[in-house]
């Protein structure tokens, strides 16, 4: 399976991920923030990476996980 890369949704640190069978259970959390919330850097643009860091947690957590 592929490497992709992976962007923290609180903080914007970036690494690579290669996704499993439960890769919501296998990209941990952040090892700068600690938050758990993950996107492909691909599906993201300037605009959307603000409105996920500006957003309030309570409602971040209605999205799915990576």
Do not use: I, K
């Not at 640190?13 to 941990?28: D, K, L, N, Y």
């Not at 700068?32 to 643009?45: H, K, M, P, T």
Request: aromatic share 10%.
């Amino acid at each position: 399976m592929e490497s992709l890369t992976v962007e923290c949704l609180r903080c914007g640190q970036s690494r690579a991920f290669t996704p499993g069978p439960r890769r919501h259970e296998e990209a941990g959390s952040c090892p700068r923030c600690q938050y758990v919330g993950w996107a492909y850097s691909r599906d993201l643009n300037e605009q959307t990476r603000r409105l996920f860091r500006e957003l309030p947690l309570g409602r971040r957590l209605r999205f799915g996980p990576v």
